[in-house]
């Protein structure tokens, strides 16, 4: 013998109907219910965690007839999890392996819900319904139980300045720095370890994500951190403000004597050898600016216009 649902001027048997039409025989049991949304339960969980909402059940006279189980979020058109204990519960969209009924062997609700793998978008008005299919709207006895899912996330940078910026003397430049999370991350400034000073030059806009540095001078070169923090965390993000150094091509001095394998020596003119290298009496030296000059046996030669003259073996430098 069937379950049969009594709802004038229509008798269903509740073993051949889908979950579908429970869903539209919900909606007609449950027009005209006012949720009490004052009394709501507020629950906070962080990004990734499970949480229960607890959600009873009261059976009329304590007595247990057939009810259908549905969770609403505000906002969606469909309810995310429908249940009856002749079908398999529906799972919304985007709580697929997410959202589960508790067991009712548990110390919770028969009609709680558990929610697993929190997201950000989880945050909001949840509505737990429980609709006695036999009794009408008036004689339910809970209906409408609210609770407030407020999800916490940790901040994480979604914008940050290049960690390296080239700057000349006398330029402007803006280091943006954002951040996501709930709460919403506070943006500090720091500048060498120690907070921003802000000046005519230098100032912090748009709730702390910008950095602008106007007019740049040597003492505005350094490290620039952006510090983004809320209750559940923070997080740094580094960026080091340089002089732009331009491209630096050393010239090469060319020079061969004898004897073989001079001793190579810095004259005047601010001779800088960076390297230099001999073989066979050929020397490659890099010089910054000046002479080169060669030397053995105290015997120099004046590069290319310079002749021993104490030994004729010995032959000056030649570029």
């Known amino acids: 013998m069937g379950m049969w649902l009594n709802l004038a001027p229509f008798e269903i048997n509740l073993h051949h109907i889908s979950l579908q039409v429970l869903f539209i025989i919900t909606l007609f049991q449950l027009k005209g219910v006012s949720p009490d949304i004052n009394n709501a339960v507020h629950i906070t969980a962080l990004l990734g965690e499970s949480v229960v909402f607890n959600c009873g059940v009261d059976f009329p006279g304590d007595t247990p007839v057939p009810y259908v189980l549905q969770w609403e979020k505000k906002g969606s ?5 429908i249940w009856y204990d002749l079908y398999p519960p529906h799972v919304g969209a985007g709580y697929e392996e997410r959202v589960s009924r508790v067991s009712p062997n548990s110390s919770y609700g028969k009609a709680s819900l558990n929610l697993t ?19 009408p709207p008036s004689s339910h006895t809970k209906n409408g139980t609210w609770f407030f899912l407020d999800v916490h996330a940790p901040p994480r940078f979604s914008v940050t300045p290049e960690e390296v910026i080239y700057v000349n ?3 402007a430049i803006i280091l943006n720095c954002q951040a996501e999370g709930t709460p919403t991350p506070e943006i500090v400034w720091y500048k060498d370890e120690n907070i921003v000073d802000v000046s005519a030059t230098t100032g912090v806009f748009n709730d702390g994500t910008e950095l602008r540095i106007s007019n740049i001078r040597s003492q505005d070169i ?6 983004a923090r809320n209750g559940e965390g923070q997080i740094s993000h580094s960026a080091r403000v340089i002089i732009a150094v331009y491209p630096y091509f050393p010239r090469w001095c060319y020079y061969h004597g004898s004897p073989h394998q001079p001793n190579q020596t810095g004259g005047g003119e601010g001779f800088l050898p960076v390297r230099s290298e001999s073989n066979a009496g050929q020397c490659y030296s890099q010089v910054v600016q000046g002479r080169c000059t060669c030397q053995r046996g105290g015997l120099p030669g004046d590069a290319g216009n310079h002749k021993d003259r104490r ?9």
Do not use: A, M
């Open 77 to 81: 058109d469909v309810p995310i999890y």
């Open 117 to 135: 793998n929190i997201r950000e978008t989880d945050q909001g008005w949840y509505e737990c319904k429980v609709v006695f299919l036999n009794r």
């Open 169 to 171: 003397l006398g330029d």
């Open 222 to 227: 350094g490290d620039y951190t952006c510090i």
């Open 311 to 319: 030994n004729s073996s010995h032959k000056p430098c030649q570029f």
